[in-house]
């Protein structure tokens, strides 16, 4: 298959031998090695623009022959971090930024961010979601429920937040049979049973988001039936550190009712800003995508979970 004018492919023969001395950081790709004897030839096969790097042949599937990489809006600060909710009426997409600290007081505060994409205008939204992070689409496809990190002396949760002015905010779950939430990163909902599953790392309180030690393991990822209340542990010491991104595989409307959504992926960046480690980073720790099957909870939870997944179930 030959390469589009903006895509470049991963030699991984010419990763296989490289000439010494050479050098990468845990924490970038792979075709990031450098030395003095390395370029950028020595990795990537093709030759028009890296806009697109392609490590496995399917990926080259998904891109197409004329892909295409246009910059929707950038500021001079991290403002774009998670969420990505899509509301199809308005045609607007919901993100969240990166913990931002206030320079005069020192606080820290997370912005809710709406982008119109007719005509690509960024508006940041005033909320009272303390630090919101991942986030899903109601079942009702009219509101964001966000996992919240928590701020100051109040403790993480479930909220759900309304994209229309006047933005009402809503607290849907704060504790674990009493425990309270760490810092709820992602989210994923079940269309067909009903379950949502969010992941609860302890990010929150390592970043001075709020004053609350983990009253849970930190590597814990939990199931709520929204509609009962019910909430239990899905996934719990499993060798998890800070497990972080979760979701569904595709979900598929059927003749009247929702079907797919049989894996469920949960993502570990146990790895990054560990005590003791190396330029930021513990290679004991994990950094990996995990997927399980999904079985429907009679009467309790069911499996685990991942991060964003297209329709041809790829992650």
């Not at 895509?7 to 792979?30: I, N, T």
């Not at 079940?190 to 988001?209: E, I, K, N, Q, R």
């Not at 499993?238 to 598929?252: D, K």
Request: charged residues 20%; negative net charge.
């Amino acid at each position: 298959m030959s390469l589009p004018a903006n895509v470049k492919e991963l030699d991984w023969k010419a990763l296989a031998v490289l000439p010494a001395p050479f050098h990468r950081s845990p924490g970038r790709a792979s075709h990031t090695v450098y030395g003095h004897k390395i370029e950028d030839s020595h990795m990537l096969k093709g030759t028009g623009e890296d806009h697109f790097i392609s490590y496995h042949p399917h990926f080259l599937s998904l891109l197409g022959p004329t892909p295409s990489l246009n910059v929707v809006a950038e500021r001079d600060y991290p403002f774009v971090h998670e969420s990505g909710v899509w509301f199809e009426d308005m045609n607007e997409v919901v993100w969240t930024g990166n913990g931002l600290e206030n320079a005069r007081t020192g606080r820290k505060h997370t912005e809710i961010i709406k982008t119109n994409l007719t005509t690509n205008e960024c508006t940041v939204i005033p909320h009272t979601v303390p630090h919101p992070c991942g986030a899903t689409i109601n079942p009702e496809g009219t509101k964001v429920i966000f996992c919240s990190q928590g701020e100051d002396l109040m403790p993480g949760s479930i909220t759900q937040w309304d994209p229309r002015s006047p933005h009402t905010t809503e607290s849907l779950l704060t504790n674990y049979r009493g425990l309270k939430l760490s810092s709820p990163n992602d989210i994923a909902f079940h269309f067909a049973s009903g379950w949502t599953v969010f992941t609860d790392p302890c990010y929150g309180y390592m970043y001075s988001l709020h004053k609350h030690k983990p009253e849970s393991p930190s590597g814990t990822v939990y199931a709520w039936h929204p509609s009962t209340g019910f909430v239990d542990v899905l996934i719990s010491n499993e060798g998890y550190v800070q497990p972080n991104g979760i979701c569904f595989s595709p979900a598929r409307y059927v003749n009247g009712k929702y079907e797919g959504q049989d894996t469920v992926y949960v993502t570990d960046s146990g790895y990054k800003m560990a005590k003791n480690a190396v330029e930021d980073f513990d290679v004991q720790r994990p950094r990996v995508v995990y997927a399980y099957d999904f079985k429907v909870p009679k009467p309790i939870a069911g499996a685990p979970a991942g991060a964003p997944a297209a329709a041809a179930a790829t992650l």
